[in-house]
């Protein structure tokens, strides 16, 4: 793989008594970073400051990023803590990988906590900081915090895909199949820029519409009949098509079923 390239190349600057630099070592720990191999990057660190040099924001965020992928949050935050008392100045990159790791260790308290100390510093927070407060929030099912962070992000730029079915799992995992339908509906009438042929949003959908037709709201039309809709729209998968045949048979609307084939 690409890492192990980069760190034999580091290797070798040492062998021929070349000089390493903090570029040189940022570079191969954001090749760690890749790779997902957050011990290796951790030793790089300890071998750059071994050296005599001096970590820079670069370092510290492509470091905590690979702390995050290795679900390492308890670490990536104590190494978000260092890059400040080292009298460095974090952007917006290491709030967001920051917050993207304490997702990745279900802290949705902390990605929501690290999201307002960015506003409030005013660091101009981006698509990619949502969508880790989000999916920090979707991986625990917080849906209501989840569908408040997709409507403050509406209110100031354009959600991708990545928003929608972080937004959408949140809400399908815990029934709450309405909100489901009003985020996918936005998706259908074009105004999200984003493609409804994306097969995740498609299975999330309809497995929450057949969820839906197992409660109080079994007979509401609504729920059989949307599913209906997204069908009849030929672009689900298999997973997708089989949940609307059970939403229909749930709402015991036999004659539903051969609008699907």
Same mark, same amino acid.
């Given at each position: 793989?690409?890492?192990q ?55 510290? %965020? ?27 100045q ?6 967001n ?26 660091h ?61 509906? %936005? ?55 089989a949940?609307? $045949?059970?939403a ?6 036999r004659?539903?079923?051969?609008? $699907?084939?």
């Open positions: 793989g690409q890492w390239r980069a760190l034999w190349l580091l290797a070798r600057i040492g062998h021929v008594r070349l000089h390493r630099d903090v570029i040189t070592c940022t570079a191969a720990i954001s090749a760690c970073d890749r790779g997902e191999e957050w011990e290796l990057a951790l030793c790089i660190l300890e071998d750059l400051y071994s050296d005599g040099l001096q970590a820079n924001v670069v370092t510290f %965020n492509s470091t905590i990023s690979a702390l995050g992928k290795g679900r390492e949050w308890q670490l990536a935050l104590a190494f978000f803590d260092a890059l400040q008392r080292h009298a460095m974090a952007d917006i990159v290491t709030y990988v920051t917050m993207s790791a304490c997702g990745a260790g279900e802290q949705w308290q902390i990605a929501l906590q690290l999201l307002a100390e960015a506003e409030a510093a005013s101009q927070t981006n698509l990619v900081s949502y969508n880790a407060a989000i999916s920090a929030c979707e991986k625990v099912g917080r849906w209501s915090y989840a569908v408040f962070l997709f409507s403050s992000l509406c209110k100031a730029m354009q959600p991708d895909v990545i928003t929608y079915n972080a937004a959408l799992s949140a809400c399908g995992s815990t029934d709450h199949w309405q909100h489901v339908l009003q985020l996918f509906s %936005n998706v259908q009438v074009g105004r999200a820029g984003v493609q409804t042929q994306d097969l995740v949003a498609y299975q999330v959908v309809s497995t929450a519409l057949s969820r839906g037709c197992l409660g109080s709201v079994f007979l509401d039309p609504t729920s059989w009949g949307s599913c209906l809709f997204l069908q009849a729209l030929g672009q689900a998968s298999v997973i997708s098509f949940n609307a $045949l059970s229909c048979g749930r709402a015991w609307r004659d539903g079923h051969p609008k $699907l084939l």
